[in-house]
C-alpha cells in the first residue's frame, strides 16, 4: 500500500488504544507504520537491487524485528532527553523500551498486512527463504481503504468541534471507539474483496479455455469495484487473460479471453532460464510468460509476467531479457523496469 494509507491506519490504532499509549506512542505507532518503505529506496539501485532489497529488507521478520528494536531505542532515547510536559492534567507514564518495542512491532505488522493484501506482495522470510507472499487482494492504491480512514478518524473530530461550539459536554472515548470501528470495518472490507477473489478465482478455474483445461489461475483487482476483476489462466501451452464481473458472471465466456502462446520447450529457452536473473525473477513471478525470437547472431529471450497488465509502469512490474549466441551461450542478461521501454 502507499504511505498515506500506512500512515492513517497506524494513526487510527493509535486513536484505537491511545488511553493507553505511553509518551510518543502515537508518533511511535505512525512512524513504524510508515518505516518498512524506506527499503523502496532500492529502486535508484536498479532493477536488480529493487527485486532483492524492496518489500524484502525491512518488510521480512527478521528486517522488522531489527527495525523495531532501532525504533524503540530512538524513541526511548528522545523520551529521556525530552521534558516532561509542565502540570499536565494526568501525564501519560513514560515509554519503556518494552511498550516502544511492541508498539514498535505493532506498527510495522499492520504494514506488512496491508502490503501482503497488496499483489506485489512481499518476503516474509527473507534473507532465508526467498518466497513471495501476496494475496491479491487490493491495488497498492486502493480509493475505498482511504475512504474508509480518512471518514473513520475525521467525521468524529468534526462532531466534537461542533459539540464544542454549542457547549455540549466533552464525552470521552468517542473518538476512541470510532477508531476501532473504522478498523473493524476495514477487516470487513477485505474480507469482501477476499470473498470476491475467491469467487472469481473458482469461476477461472471452473470452465475450458478454448478447449483448454486450466491449470492455475489468477485474479487481480480493479481498485474501484470489488466485482470487476482482471483474470489470468494457464493452460498447458497458453496463458489466457480477460476480465471478469462478477455482477454477469451468469453471462462469462472463456472463449472471448486473450490467448497468449507458451513457447515450445528448446535450448534457447532452457539456456534463458538457466540464468541467475531469469531463475530470481521466476520465484518473482506469478504468472511468467517467455517469448524467444531467432536473430543473425543468436537468440533473445524475454520474461514478463503477465499479473501485470501490458500497460502497467509501476516498478513492481519487471522484465527479463537473455541474448544468446548461435550455439546458446549466454552472452547478456538483464533485468529492467517494463516502464523503461526498450
Not at 505511553?22 to 529493487?50: C, N
Not at 507514564?93 to 505488522?109: E, H, Q, V
Not at 476483476?229 to 501451452?237: A, H, I, L
Request: charged share 20%.
Amino acid at each position: 500500500m502507499e504511505p498515506v494509507t500506512h500512515a492513517l491506519t497506524s494513526f487510527a490504532v493509535a486513536r484505537a488504544i491511545h488511553a493507553r499509549l505511553p509518551r510518543f506512542g502515537t508518533a511511535l505507532l505512525i512512524t513504524a507504520g510508515l518505516a518498512p518503505d524506506v527499503d523502496y529506496a532500492s529502486y535508484f539501485a536498479g532493477p536488480q537491487g529493487y527485486l532483492t532489497l524492496h518489500r524484502s529488507a525491512l518488510h521480512a521478520v527478521p528486517g522488522g524485528v531489527a527495525l523495531g528494536c532501532a525504533l524503540a531505542a530512538a524513541f526511548c532515547m528522545l523520551d529521556s532527553r525530552w521534558p516532561p510536559a509542565k502540570n499536565p492534567r494526568k501525564p501519560p507514564p513514560r515509554l519503556t523500551f518494552a511498550a516502544a518495542a511492541a508498539l514498535s512491532f505493532l506498527g510495522i505488522a499492520a504494514h506488512d498486512l496491508l502490503d501482503v493484501a497488496s499483489g506485489e506482495g512481499m518476503q516474509l522470510l527473507w534473507p532465508f527463504r526467498t518466497h513471495w507472499f501476496r494475496w491479491d487482494l487490493a491495488e497498492s492504491f486502493d480509493p475505498w481503504v482511504l475512504v474508509l480512514l480518512i471518514g473513520g478518524l475525521l467525521v468524529p473530530q468534526l462532531f466534537r468541534l461542533v459539540n464544542e461550539e454549542v457547549g455540549a459536554r466533552k464525552k470521552h472515548g468517542v473518538e476512541s471507539g470510532a477508531a476501532v470501528f473504522t478498523l473493524l470495518l476495514l477487516c470487513v472490507y477485505f474480507g469482501a474483496r477476499a470473498y470476491f477473489h475467491a469467487r472469481a478465482t473458482d469461476l477461472l478455474l471452473s470452465s475450458e479455455y478454448h478447449g483448454r483445461e486450466p491449470l492455475a489461475a489468477g485474479a487481480f483487482p480493479s481498485p474501484a469495484n470489488l466485482l470487476d476483476w482482471r483474470g489470468v489462466v494457464s493452460t498447458d501451452n497458453t496463458l489466457e487473460e480477460f476480465d471478469v464481473n462478477l455482477a454477469s458472471a451468469a453471462e462469462f465466456n472463456s472463449d472471448r479471453s486473450l490467448t497468449h502462446y507458451k513457447p515450445p520447450d528448446s535450448p534457447a529457452l532452457e539456456a534463458a532460464e538457466d540464468t541467475g536473473v531469469a531463475r530470481r525473477f521466476l520465484r518473482y513471478a506469478e504468472f511468467p510468460l517467455a517469448s524467444v525470437a531467432q536473430r543473425e547472431d543468436g537468440y533473445r529471450v524475454e520474461l514478463r509476467d503477465l499479473r501485470f497488465s501490458a500497460g502497467d509502469e509501476t516498478a513492481a512490474n519487471l522484465i527479463v531479457r537473455v541474448e544468446l549466441s548461435g550455439d546458446f551461450r549466454v552472452m547478456r542478461q538483464t533485468l529492467r523496469y517494463a516502464s523503461a521501454g526498450e
